[in-house]
Nanobody
Framework: QVQLVESGGGLVQPGGSLRLSCAAS????????MAWYRQAPGKQRELVAL???????NYADSVKGRFTISRDSAKKVAYLQMNSLNPEDTAVYYC??????????????WGQGTQVTVSS
């Protein structure tokens, strides 16, 4: 059984910063991509940032230059540093990881989500 647990969400003023964390646990052989998605009320879930096992990163245009994704592969943790937050960043943020539970079995797993609210 694999579990992803997110933390770090909350209420922040416009222009502020937050750091999200996502820790994976369970029967894990290896982890490929780690990613953060978000879903605002009434909108579809969208990819925010992704980091490969080799450290290559991709970002949504709306967060480039403001958000930074990183990972600690040894600890099985993904991070999302969010700076210069604005109200449009308000959403539930979800962690997603591509995890091998054996040499032959690769699955995608989701965290439970953490609320980020940007408001004065």
């Amino acid at each position: 059984q694999v579990q992803l647990v997110e933390s770090g969400g909350g209420l922040v003023q416009p222009g502020g910063s937050l750091r999200l964390s996502c820790a994976a646990s369970g029967s894990i052989f290896s982890i490929n991509d780690m990613a953060w998605y978000r879903q605002a009320p009434g909108k579809q879930r969208e990819l925010v940032a992704l980091i490969s096992s080799g450290g290559r990163t991709n970002y949504a245009d709306s967060v480039k230059g403001r958000f930074t994704i990183s990972r600690d592969s040894a600890k099985k943790v993904a991070y999302l540093q969010m700076n210069s937050l604005n109200p449009e960043d308000t959403a539930v943020y979800y962690c997603n990881m591509e995890i091998k539970i054996s040499i032959w079995t690769l699955n995608h797993y989701w965290g439970q989500g953490t609320q980020v609210t940007v408001s004065s």
